[in-house]
């Protein structure tokens, strides 16, 4: 049986991966065992309404047999995950749904009035459209909680029916090409307090294990796996590998674990942003285009950078590379007329794209300046002889017109390839990238 949630946390707290930690030790109490990897689904980070990392959480659940994997731990007791299971009987069912409901319902007590706690429980798997709808378009909630209902799902929500949208799609993600999440969390009386978490020891885990990715940026010397938020989260290793966040768990120095647990999660994947056109898109998407530049750039006070793309229908699409990402801007400024690029971002009600990347694919040909040209006799470079009168030959004094002066290629400013910005300025869905 699959389990959704979403939408329990807020801007200013609560965090919905810790209720799932709460409803997996649910089931560890009540002798249901976890199979498979706790999911951690992070949907169109576009949506007005979204909570923080628009996150949603869901795990599978039944009588766990055969081989087990230790993935998280919970009251000093580890967290076991199965790999194959036999199904729950209904009384088991119902009586852990109705649990975990009332774990959900507790958690959003308090919290934000604007969050729509949600919690969807499924046999199956629904399509993996359900998902691919909610990473990178606008989903009606109400015509989720119809296709749930009509589908004889066990669904529970309070306020709107917003976080249904989110815990379905958290269960219909496939789950291929995944990365991976260790999230350490705080001891309860230590929530709202600073945190202590060593950032030497976080530089010397990334450095140790390279397959962890947004940890420290070197630019900002900001420490990136802590949250500034009052959320129960002490910090969370990110990998594209399952094992490097757990062996580097352990070289975290901080103020005491109160538990850990592992995430498959679809975090650097990229899967929000799809091919389109620079026509205008639909509000609150993100994509992909490929173009030409047109013109030159404009720099904006606070150090944003505006160009234009066009792509082969000619219509315009206005880019901002913003000042925090760092690179973008410095990318921006480099470009010209005629240079082909790749870019991606994303739009709200308006028709500027902001930019998450830059792929320079070619530099167009261009002339930085002209030097004077050599004599056609003597083959030596010859000098001005004045603004308009042209060039003349030292050595044999012949006289050449200002438009034999030889023009020369303008280097190219940077080499080409793809552009991220700084890792502090990164998404949780941005393509991965190199630490650097």
């Avoid at 934000?112 to 046999?123: G, M, N, Q, R, T």
């Avoid at 790749?342 to 028709?351: H, K, L, P, Y």
């Avoid at 438009?403 to 940077?414: I, M, S, T």
Wanted: hydrophobic residues 35%.
């Amino acid at each position: 049986m699959w389990v959704g949630v979403d939408d329990t946390d807020s801007p200013v707290g609560g965090c919905t991966t810790y209720v799932l930690t709460e409803i997996v030790a649910l089931a560890r109490d009540q002798g249901i065992d976890l199979l498979g990897d706790p999911r951690l689904v992070r949907l169109n980070p576009n949506i007005p309404w979204k909570t923080r990392g628009n996150a949603a959480l869901s795990a599978r659940f039944g009588h766990g047999h055969g081989a087990r994997t230790r993935v998280g731990e919970i009251d000093g007791r580890p967290v076991w995950s199965f790999r194959r299971g036999r199904p729950l009987s209904v009384p088991e069912k119902a009586a852990f749904l109705e649990d975990a409901w009332g774990v959900v319902r507790r958690a959003a007590e308090g919290g934000d009035p604007a969050s729509d706690p949600a919690l969807v429980a499924l046999e199956r798997r629904p399509g993996a459209a359900a998902y691919w709808q909610a990473v990178r378009e606008e989903v009606d909630p109400e015509e989720v909680r119809r296709a749930l209902e009509l589908g004889a799902a066990w669904v529970r929500w309070q306020g709107t029916p917003r976080g249904l949208v989110g815990a379905r799609a958290s269960i219909a993600w496939a789950g291929g090409h995944p990365t991976w999440e260790v999230i350490a969390y705080r001891q309860r009386p230590r929530w709202g307090t600073p945190r202590e978490v060593n950032g030497r020891s976080v530089r010397s885990a990334q450095r140790d294990y390279p397959n962890l990715f947004l940890c420290f940026d070197p630019r900002t010397r900001r420490i990136l796996v802590a949250p500034h938020t009052a959320c129960p989260i002490l910090f969370g290793l990110r990998a594209t590998d399952p094992e490097s966040p757990l062996r580097a768990l352990r070289r975290i120095r901080s103020e005491p674990v109160d538990r850990w647990i592992r995430f498959r999660t679809n975090q650097g994947s990229g899967d929000h942003l799809v091919g389109r056109p620079t026509t205008p898109w639909p509000a609150w998407t993100s994509g992909t285009v490929r173009g030409q530049v047109v013109g030159p750039p404009v720099v904006q006070p606070g150090g944003h950078v505006r160009f234009e793309v066009a792509d082969r229908a000619g219509a315009p699409l206005s880019c901002v590379a913003f000042e925090p990402t760092k690179t973008l801007p410095r990318i921006a400024r480099a470009l010209t007329g005629g240079d082909q690029v790749r870019v991606w971002g994303s739009r709200g009600t308006e028709g500027t794209l902001r930019l998450e990347g830059i792929e320079v694919v070619r530099w167009a040909a261009s002339f930085a300046r002209r030097t004077p040209p050599r004599c056609p006799r003597c083959h030596r470079r010859a000098v001005s002889a004045g603004r308009v009168r042209g060039f003349r030959c030292r050595s044999c004094r012949t006289r050449l017109p200002p438009e034999a002066a030889q023009p020369v290629l303008r280097p190219p400013p940077f080499p080409v390839g793809t552009y991220h910005p700084t890792p502090s300025a990164r998404r949780h869905l941005a393509p991965r990238a190199p630490e650097s």
